[in-house]
């Protein structure tokens, strides 16, 4: 089991999607200027992983090495597409604010990177894993990073969590600074930049601390 | 980069070409299923969210037809230079007009479309306007929210005679209108749209509520 392991620190932390890899920037700089899209689209990419990771898995050997590519974008946008429908059809208003990076999802390269170097090449409950786990560390930065800027920008936490909760989710919001005017340039592109690179910083400084003590 | 040596070899072209349409049919059927499965679904969910704007600026008992069906999409340069397509929804109580909602873009803010519904009652006063959606800078531009500022709030119950021919326009501009502290260019925006969609209404009113319903043609909001 212990290959397993493995196989989900690598995905979540050693070459995490978003601090380390640094693919699918795109909606991680555009949709954290809260915690909920962020965790919303990092749930969605993960389960867009997941699936897309397993039927590749499935398929793998049967497509030509030429074709290999267009099959694994197709499987990846029929994934991404159903993904989408699912989303409209249950949770409308989400999907309402996240918009066209659903949609977009299609064009994240880790997804692609998952199906071409592991999931094309493992069976598929290692490529389940591996996809989760690269899913799950794409959301936990997602999730930071809208953490850190909602609460300069805004002074809240997890406002309009009714989103994904119901209304009853409205409830969960925090409000740390009551009288908070917003930290403009947090929620601006420039600012999610450079929360961005605190937060490779971040984990760098930790990494390289955990390698000290060893 | 792992070794290569698990890749299946390059086969023949014809059979590229059959795994690729095979593939290629799987997905659409795929999809094809679950679009079947959801658009009923969907559908619901698009009513459901328009109706809940409408009713932000007609309450329901002000009407007892069926708003989004009774409605009607059109272009007119000659009130709306932008070209664009403006969709009216019309409110009738025991078949008498009672209110029209227009829902149109205001073209000249600061960055993109801002997209405005805007209720008028038969008498010219506005029930309200409201933001749908729109791109302005966060935090700048954003107080047309209802849920950033009461900014918008402010038009309920004015008319093209309360303030009068001068008094619509920003502050600025020497209107009676705020504008926000660093953005003048999105109020100014949406306050200009508002008036021409008035003026539109008052020269134009019969017609608005002769015109027939060809709610297939409404835009959807995206």
New interface residues.
């Given amino acids: 089991m212990s290959s397993y392991r493995k196989i989900f620190l690598d995905g979540f932390w050693l070459h995490n999607t978003g601090l380390v890899v640094l693919f699918g920037l795109c909606p991680l700089l555009a949709v954290t200027?809260t915690v909920v899209t962020g965790f919303a689209l990092g749930i969605a990419t993960t389960v867009a992983l997941v699936f897309s990771s397993l039927a590749v898995s499935l398929?793998?050997?049967?497509?030509?090495?030429?074709?290999?590519i267009?099959?694994f974008v197709?499987?990846i946008?029929?994934v991404v597409?159903?993904i989408q429908?699912?989303m409209?059809?249950?949770l409308?208003?989400l999907y309402?604010v996240l918009?066209i990076f659903i949609p977009l999802i299609v064009t994240n390269c880790a997804i692609l990177g998952r199906a071409e170097?592991f999931a094309?090449?493992n069976s598929p409950l290692p490529s389940v894993v591996d996809g989760l786990a690269t899913g799950l560390g794409f959301c936990l930065v997602l999730v930071l990073l809208g953490a850190v800027r909602e609460l300069l920008?805004h002074g809240t936490l997890f406002s309009q969590a009714g989103l994904i909760f119901g209304t009853q989710g409205d409830h969960l919001q925090l409000r740390f600074l009551p009288d908070h005017y917003?930290f403009?340039l947090a929620?601006?592109p420039p600012g999610a930049f450079m929360c961005l690179g605190l937060l490779i910083a971040g984990r760098k400084w930790l990494a390289s601390r955990s390698a000290q003590g060893q | 980069?792992?070794a290569n040596q698990?890749?299946?070899?390059?086969?023949p072209t014809w059979?590229?070409a059959l795994?690729?349409g095979l593939?290629?049919m799987m997905?659409a059927g795929?999809?094809a299923g679950?679009?079947q499965l959801?658009r009923q679904?969907?559908e619901n969910?698009?009513r459901?969210?328009a109706l809940v704007q409408l009713g932000q600026l007609l309450p329901p008992g002000r009407y007892d037809n069926a708003l989004q069906e009774d409605s009607y999409s059109f272009r007119d340069t000659a009130w709306f230079p932008s070209g664009q397509t403006i969709t009216v929804y019309r409110a009738r109580m025991g078949a008498e007009p009672a209110a029209a909602i227009f829902r149109l873009a205001a073209t000249d803010g600061y960055n993109g479309d801002i997209n405005l519904l805007i209720g008028i009652n038969l008498d010219g006063s506005l029930t309200g306007v409201r933001v749908l959606s729109h791109k302005e800078?966060?935090?700048?531009g954003d107080p047309i929210e209802t849920s950033r500022s009461n900014w918008i709030l402010q038009f309920s119950g004015r008319s093209l005679s309360n303030p009068g021919k001068d008094g619509w326009a920003v502050k600025i501009d020497g209107g009676e209108f705020d504008q926000f502290t660093g953005a003048t260019i999105t109020p100014r925006a949406v306050v200009k749209a508002v008036r021409m969609t008035l003026e539109y209404f008052a020269a134009n009113k019969d017609l608005v509520f002769a015109q027939p319903a060809d709610s297939l043609e409404v835009a959807k909001p995206?």
């Fill in positions: 200027s398929l793998r050997g049967i497509p030509g090495a030429e074709i290999r267009p099959i197709l499987i946008a029929s597409t159903v429908l699912l409209q059809a249950w409308f208003d309402q918009g170097a094309s090449r920008g917003g403009l929620l601006l | 980069m792992e698990d890749l299946p070899k390059p086969g059979r590229n795994t690729l593939a290629a997905g795929l999809l679950v679009n959801t679904r969907i969910q698009e459901r969210a800078t966060p935090g700048l995206r």
